[in-house]
Structures are given as C-alpha cells and as structure tokens.
C-alpha cells in the first residue's frame, strides 16, 4: 500500500502562512520531555518576535537551552485543508531598548489591525482592561526572536 505523501510549501507560501499568523508554538527542551507552549508572535518579514512574561516554566527552559521548535499552523474547520510550518532555530532575547520599543509597538498594531479581544493581553501579563499602547512603555515582558534557523518543515494539503 502506498503513502500518500503531504507536499511541501514553497518558500513564499510559508513566509505568507507565518505572515498571515499571529498564534504559534513554541516547543522548548524539557526537563525530561518537551515543553509547549502558545505564543503570540508578530513578523516582520525576517524575524518571527515573542512577547514571553518574565515568569514561568518557559524562561526556565529558555535561560537552560534557546534550542526551539516553533509551529505555525492553519486549517480549515472541516481539516479539508491545512497547512504548517515548524522551524527549527534558537530564541535569542532582544535587549536593545529602541528595538525592544518598536516590536513592542508590532504588537499593539497587531493587536489593533486584528481586532484581537482584550482578554488577549492577559497572555502577555497585562490586564485586559489595559490599554495594548502600555505594552509599550511597561517592561512585564522579555522580548525574544528566532533566529539561526537551522530548519523547516513546511507542508500542505490544499
């Protein structure tokens, strides 16, 4: 019997997925097995950034190994169709205040242009009664991206 086989995306359909995207993965080096999580994320072409509260198994993990799986996923309702990426690279944690600053603002355009609900800023250890402008000016986060990408696996079903 033969394996129908999922094929892979183009570069610029998985650049478009993880564009189109504002929810991910992120698989860290566990203890003893792995640890996932859900992230907000935003991309600015190049680099995909995360907004991680400063507490948590997660900056255990991080400070441990940066080594990371990140999954960027879409379907439809139905799973007629799907796509995902999952790449594989490092997070490196970003300290320059001036960048730090402009991903900050990334995430409350996202916020803003998504429409996103407010309880969405509990995620990022804000109140939902926050306004998404204080992302900016308050430090309750680290700011990370992936880089060196080591690799990826992008693959489709449409």
């Excluded at 799907?82 to 730090?100: A, H, M, W």
């Excluded at 990334?106 to 800023?121: E, H, P, Q, T, Y």
């Amino acid at each position: 019997m033969d394996i129908t086989k999922i094929p892979p995306m183009e570069k610029e359909e998985y650049d478009r997925l993880i564009e189109d995207g504002y929810v991910c993965r992120i698989a860290f080096s566990g203890d003893s097995f792995p640890y996932i999580a859900p992230f907000l994320y935003v991309f600015d072409g190049r680099y995909m950034h995360f907004l991680p509260t400063k507490y948590g198994r997660k900056i255990d993990y991080f400070r441990k190994n940066p080594a990371v799986s990140v999954e960027v996923e879409n379907y439809a309702r139905d799973l007629s169709c799907f796509t995902f990426v999952s790449l594989q690279g490092y997070l490196e944690e970003i300290t320059d205040p001036e960048k730090k600053k402009e991903i900050r603002k990334g995430f409350v355009d996202l916020i803003r242009s998504r429409d996103l609900s407010a309880n969405i800023l509990s995620a990022l250890g804000f109140s939902p009664g926050d306004s998404p402008e204080t992302i900016v000016g308050q430090e309750k986060n680290l700011v990370w991206r992936l880089v060196r990408v080591k690799d990826i696996v992008a693959l489709k079903n449409e």
